[in-house]
């Protein structure tokens, strides 16, 4: 494979940017070798610097459930540039946006637009803790919330890829007031909340987890979250800003059927551009900046590129009704790994919901953070790497999701399982 042109251009942003990358994880510091510069992407493909293309299941890291470029998404990003890019003053688009977000989730009535997933968290537990004048938040091991502060604690996803235990500059007496137990136990939440419940200002929660690789929520756990917080008047967030309209037009509360008071979005309602939300009820929302004292504020919030990216996003996804056909296409690949990794004859364990996937290597049940970090990385690193020289590109890190898009052909699909078991024998010699 040749990456030349790749290789050059990571030695030049290594001498700009620190360790070359503008987010840790691009890197490939977890899987070995130099990170790929891409140069376009179309559908499900996309193309780097050297002219190789690759078959996509990273897919920005979750938003292009269309694939890239989509044609209806660009026509309006191109008309939309035309009438300008950024005002700094409210416009129409973000009602639209915003108008749909809480169609689509009921639990949603009052939605606050923000640039990213980390803006989103930071904000719903300012306002967890505002209203509940309570510091203490909960969070599970092995979920990723985005790099906030008080979020850096037992996290998944790049400090997991990384090995980073503890995340310096963090001040100890914010970090003392997270408070992380181990996802899916329901025992460890209750016994915590029997004693602290009442200094608690709520749990934040990946509903299902999505940054330690994919771990479905067991039976009752997600129940238990909204049960505990309901009697100590805790604030309970779901944070979906991965599973938001990737696993259902509702998310993942309307799946498992669990309501949150606070919702934090982004990815998919981006549909490819910076863009984060979160969102309650009114009586819940109306603490924040201007109607009440939580403050809150972003010079390119309901940036009209990004909305009008996130109208289309969700335009689409209400008129096409996709997820039937992504639960579909996901659930042949996974077959498919499943029969290789049968052929060949090592161990493995799947997760999967919906459109997001995983792969451990382990003979452990995937239940959580533990049991997701008994996965060989070392085979993985040589399966990646592998599967890469076969023209597939996942994340490059045995802690995050695969997501399957809704453009992935069913040759495609087919390639990939080829590919997947061409992958694994190499990574067994
Ligand atoms: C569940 C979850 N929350 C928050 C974030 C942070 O979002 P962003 O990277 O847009 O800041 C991520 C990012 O992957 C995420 O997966």
Redesign the pocket.
């Known amino acids: 494979m040749n990456t030349v042109q790749s290789e050059k251009l990571f030695q030049k942003a290594c001498n700009i940017m620190p360790g070359g990358v503008n987010s840790p994880v691009r890197a490939f510091k977890s899987v070995g070798g130099n990170p790929l510069f891409f140069k376009k992407a179309k559908g499900s493909r996309v193309w780097d610097v050297d002219g190789n293309v690759y078959i996509d299941y990273v897919g920005s890291?979750?938003p292009l459930i269309f694939g890239h470029a989509h044609p209806q998404i660009v026509e309006a990003l191109k008309r939309q540039a035309e009438l300008g890019t950024s005002y700094g003053a409210p416009t129409e688009l973000e009602i639209e946006l915003a108008e749909k977000i809480a169609t689509l989730i009921p639990s949603l009535d009052i939605v606050r637009m923000v640039n990213?997933?980390?803006?989103a968290?930071m904000s719903a537990i300012r306002l967890a803790r505002g209203v509940t004048g309570r510091d203490k938040i909960v969070k599970f091991e092995g979920?990723?919330?985005?790099?906030v502060d008080s979020m850096l604690v037992k996290a998944g996803?790049g400090l997991a890829s990384l090995g980073i235990p503890e995340c310096p500059g963090i001040v100890e007496d914010l970090a003392k007031h997270t408070l992380t137990l181990p996802f899916n136990n329901i025992n460890t939440v209750k016994e915590l909340f029997a004693v602290e419940g009442n200094n608690i200002a709520g749990i934040i929660v990946?509903p299902v987890g999505?940054?330690m690789g994919v771990v479905p929520p067991k039976e009752g756990f997600l129940e238990t979250l909204r049960e505990v917080t309901t009697e100590t008047g805790g604030v309970l967030i779901f944070?979906e800003?991965?599973t938001g309209f990737r696993l259902s037009l509702g998310g993942a509360q309307s799946l498992y059927n669990v309501n949150p008071d606070l919702t934090?979005l982004?990815?998919v309602i981006g549909g490819g551009l910076p863009v984060?939300a979160y969102g309650g009820s009114k009586q819940l929302m109306d603490n924040i900046a201007p109607t009440g004292p939580v403050y809150q504020a972003g010079t390119l919030s309901g940036n009209p590129l990004a909305m009008t990216a996130g109208i289309e996003m969700l335009k689409l996804l209400a008129e096409k009704s996709v997820y039937d056909e992504l639960e579909r296409k996901s659930e042949k690949l996974c077959a498919g790994y499943k029969l290789n990794i049968k052929k060949i004859g090592i161990t493995a364990r799947f997760t999967r919901v919906g459109s997001m996937f995983s792969m451990f290597f382990t003979d452990q049940d995937i239940v959580d953070f533990e049991s997701a970090k008994s996965s060989d990385v070392k085979f993985f690193r040589s399966y990646f790497t592998a599967l890469l020289e076969e023209g597939v590109y996942i994340a490059p890190s045995q802690f995050e999701a695969g997501f399957m898009s809704a453009v992935h052909s069913d040759e495609e699909i087919d390639q990939t399982i080829e590919a997947n078991y061409k992958a694994l024998q190499k990574a067994c010699d």
């Open positions: 890291w979750g990213s997933g980390t803006e968290v979920c990723y919330h985005g790099h996803s990946e999505g940054n944070d800003v991965m934090c982004g990815k984060g």
